[in-house]
């Protein structure tokens, strides 16, 4: 059974960059049917798409996003990664990654992780 | 951006039928996805691309797409059907994957 589980810092000031990992067991992230994708929710409200990776570096981010993300992957680890820039209050939220299907729909998530962007 | 617009929420008695609908410019053309996600979960993935349905996901829950509203519908709602549902869809001339802002679906 495929598993995601993200990791990373539950705190993080404003300025700074958000560090998160993604690592996926029960599979192989070198698969050239999926792309693998962060989202992030933030408290109360809906979810938002941030960006995708395939296992071979190629990405694309959610144009409202795209100055600010870069999502990277190490297949020797099987995980991939995602910073964000100049975090402000606004983007605390649970964020999750997922893979991404050929229909461009996510079938599998991670649990989510909370992070928090306060002084 | 392509915008989708669900209704915040929706009640339905157990048994009967609830239709949570997603609105958005020609989404008929579009592939429509729907998860499920009750509180403090991950989203499920509960409707693929309009109206297949993934393993294990029950027969009760369908998905239609037509014109500009697609819908999801959950016949002989259950107690545990409660939770938020979120369409979502990618959009060509944004480049952009977007979910609706989601419905609280309420089983009085």
């Known amino acids: 059974q495929l598993q995601l589980r993200e990791s990373g810092p539950g705190l993080v000031k404003p300025s700074e960059t958000l560090s998160l990992t993604c690592t996926v067991s029960g599979g192989s992230i070198s698969t050239s049917s999926y792309y693998w994708g962060w989202i992030r929710q933030t408290p109360g409200k809906g979810l938002e798409w941030i960006g995708s990776i395939n296992y071979s570096g190629s990405t694309y981010y959610n144009p409202s996003l795209k100055s600010r993300v870069t999502i990277s992957v190490d297949t020797s680890k099987n995980h991939f990664s995602l910073n964000l820039s100049s975090l402000t209050a606004a983007d605390t939220a649970v964020f999750y990654c997922?893979?991404?299907?050929?229909?461009?729909?996510?079938?599998?998530w991670g649990q989510g992780t909370l992070v928090t962007v306060s002084s | 951006s392509y915008v989708l617009t669900q209704p915040p929420s929706v009640s339905v008695a157990p048994g009967q039928t609830a239709r949570i609908t997603c609105g958005g410019n020609n989404i008929g053309y579009k592939s429509v996805h729907w998860y499920q996600q009750k509180p403090g979960q991950a989203p499920v993935l509960v409707v693929s691309d309009d109206s297949d349905r993934p393993s294990g996901i029950p027969e009760r829950l369908s998905g239609t797409n037509s014109e500009n509203t697609a819908t999801l519908t959950i016949s002989r709602v259950e107690a545990g059907d409660e939770a938020d549902y979120y369409c979502?869809?990618?959009?060509?001339?944004?480049?952009?994957?977007?979910f609706g802002g989601g419905t609280k679906l309420t089983v009085l």
């Open positions: 997922a893979r991404r299907t050929g229909l461009l729909s996510f079938d599998y």
């Open positions: 979502q869809v990618w959009d060509s001339i944004s480049d952009c994957l977007v």
